[in-house]
């Protein structure tokens, strides 16, 4: 789904677990933000710009997504996606970085509870 969903939601907790970001929602739910691996590629949480307090206990204003065009070099493929998510009180901005010697999508997905392969 797209991390437009969290528009107007207000995130109650939001934790960073191994490579991804669990929110948890003042409607009780529950969302990742992570990549669903379907084989060889490898999609790592690079960095958290700003703190994730930030964005939680006020409505979400802003959550967009941009992601570069797959990069090919020599036999691996690479792609960066970041993620803005803000309130009023700040603006965090996550980014993943993906590579795959294969033709495996590389994308960063919000998941609802439930929707990753773990």
């Not at 934790?15 to 990549?35: A, M, Q, R, W």
């Not at 009023?88 to 439930?114: A, R």
Request: hydrophobic residues 40%; negative net charge; aromatic residues 8%.
């Amino acid at each position: 789904m797209p991390v437009s969903s969290l528009l107007g939601k207000t995130i109650l907790r939001a934790e960073h677990i191994d490579d991804e970001v669990k929110f948890i929602t003042s409607d009780g739910k529950i969302f990742f933000l992570g990549h669903s691996r379907i084989g060889t590629e490898t999609v790592l949480l690079d960095k958290i710009s700003g703190s994730l307090q930030d964005i939680c206990e006020e409505p979400i204003i802003e959550a967009t997504c941009e992601a570069s065009p797959p990069r090919k070099l020599a036999l691996v493929a690479t792609q960066w996606t970041f993620f803005k998510i803000a309130t009023m009180q700040g603006l965090v901005t996550i980014s993943f970085f993906g590579e795959t010697f294969g033709k495996e999508p590389l994308g960063v997905d919000l998941m609802e509870e439930g929707g990753f392969a773990r």
